[in-house]
């Protein structure tokens, strides 16, 4: 960790720009594991069940997908502040905050991807291993692995919203410099300072990531293609 | 197995199966029009599709006992053999490599063990399909139009498979199929199904070439089987 920090701090010449990146990490860490814990749930949890409202939860759901993520930043700013009603966690100004946030941002997206992909393969998987005598429970572990790919691919594109967002985590984590302040923030503050340098070397390391987040997601998708000769 | 005072309702198609009985260790024939209620019959047999009401009287057997196999099968997103052994897996059963190898082999499918499945053409997958179906020895196998993408020698080794079965450990079989010189070949009692009712049961030659009801009459004839090549082949077998 010293090794890469050092490296970092030798390419950069603004102070606070080598945590930005330790923070975007850990926030984009915390919030896509804790997202796709709950969106994966709920995504399978919502195939799996009918029941009356369904549809509205669905299209709830959907709404949430391509919701502003200022106005999302805007309404956990307003849950977590002092005098919210999750004032009492101190999350305003923090990671764990910013970490909110994200998890009202990305879990309707991992949720409606996860579920769009299984109601088109849970129930031939279902029939399938019926039809092979599996258990419950056996069969639920089989939907999950014949739908391995589409999650990983989820999860993925919720990592990649996750790293690149900007307008919750600026009023969630108020940009503060060493501490919440993030690749995207950052960018943003040294292009006010006019250290346009610094800020293009950080967007390159930010497309970098994006990019291996869809070098990944594309060899995923590439199974996908294989598939359709099916 | 016997099947009493069933109702599915599926939009305006209603299944109402008053009584149909497949005896133990026979190969039954499940014919009748598109639409009749066939693969709907079959898909509650396997508890695929549940009932509105009446009773499936099973006997001994259970739910594991009881496997189908569909047109257009399922297959994992694994290998040949990791879709082979599946059902062996689920039972915590320990694959015997030279049964499994042979089954491939029989179908032509040995030197495609480790390939992709789903990579497989569409009357390998059915092949492959069948004999997943065999693999963990079930006491009734439902065979749902399985054999119709199979080109005329692997059809025909699938029944000489089932026939074959027949002979050294006879189970339960429960052929859905347009083909009604397949289902003459092989099956010792035939039902015909028309708008979602049993409308006769009986041997297989008695409902192939002598039908009693109107309907099952119009239908044999409509086909292009005529009934000189169904006895022709009938006094082949």
């Not at chain 1, 985590?169 to 292009?191: D, E």
């Not at chain 1, 006019?194 to 990019?211: P, Q, R, V």
């Not at chain 2, 209603?14 to 009584?19: A, E, F, T, Y």
Request: charged share 20%; aromatic share 10%; hydrophobic share 40%.
């Amino acid at each position: 960790m010293e090794f890469f920090e050092s490296i970092f701090s030798d390419f950069f010449h603004s102070s606070g720009v080598v945590d930005s990146i330790r923070v975007t990490v850990i926030m984009s860490f915390f919030s896509t594991l804790i997202s796709s814990v709950l969106g994966i749930f709920f995504g399978l949890l919502l195939e799996h069940f009918n029941f009356k409202g369904k549809n509205i939860i669905i299209r709830i759901n959907r709404t949430l997908m391509g919701s502003p993520p200022v106005v999302i930043g805007l309404v956990a700013y307003m849950l977590l502040r002092g005098k919210g009603p999750l004032g009492f966690l101190g999350w305003v100004f923090t990671i764990q905050g910013m970490v909110f946030a994200q998890v009202i941002i990305i879990t309707p997206i991992i949720c409606g991807m996860v579920y769009s992909y299984a109601i088109r393969t849970a129930p031939a998987v279902r029939s399938f291993a019926k039809s092979m005598g599996a258990s419950k429970m056996q069969i639920n572990l089989l939907i999950l692995k014949e739908l391995k790919n589409e999650i990983y691919f989820s999860i993925l594109t919720g990592f990649s919203r996750s790293i690149s967002e900007v307008g919750a985590v600026f009023l969630i984590g108020g940009n503060i410099k060493s501490s919440t302040r993030t690749m995207t923030t950052a960018i943003s503050t040294l292009k006010n300072a006019g250290e346009f340098k610094d800020g293009i070397y950080l967007g390159i390391i930010l497309m970098l990531m994006a990019f291996i987040v869809q070098s990944l997601a594309d060899y995923l998708r590439k199974e996908d293609e294989y598939d359709e000769n099916y | 197995m016997k099947i009493t005072n069933l109702k599915k309702q599926l939009g305006d198609f209603c299944l109402d199966i008053d009584n149909i009985e497949f005896e133990p260790g026979m190969v039954h024939g499940l014919i009748g029009p598109n639409g009749s209620g066939k693969s709907t019959l079959a898909k509650i047999i396997v508890d695929m599709m549940p009932m509105d009401s009446g009773s499936i009287d099973y006997g001994t057997l259970s739910q594991s006992d009881i496997t189908m196999t569909s047109q257009k099968p399922y297959l994992l997103h694994d290998t040949v053999y990791n879709n082979l052994i599946y059902p062996l897996k689920i039972r915590k059963i320990k694959p015997q490599e030279n049964e499994v190898d042979a089954l491939l082999d029989k179908c032509g499918l040995l030197d495609k063990k480790k390939q992709y499945a789903r990579s497989l053409s569409s009357g390998e997958q059915q092949k492959l399909s069948f004999i997943r179906a065999l693999i963990f020895k079930p006491k009734i196998i439902i065979i749902d139009e399985t054999l119709s993408n199979l080109d005329p020698d692997s059809a025909e080794l699938f029944e000489d498979m089932i026939l074959e079965k027949q002979f050294s450990n006879p189970i339960t079989w429960i052929t859905i199929s347009h083909q009604l010189v397949h289902i003459n070949k092989i099956c010792d009692k035939v039902h015909f199904l028309s708008n979602g009712k049993n409308i006769q049961s009986g041997k297989a030659n008695d409902v192939l070439l002598n039908p009693t009801n109107q309907i099952v009459k119009q239908y044999m004839s409509s086909t292009e089987i005529s009934f000189s090549m169904l006895d022709f082949n009938n006094k082949e077998k």
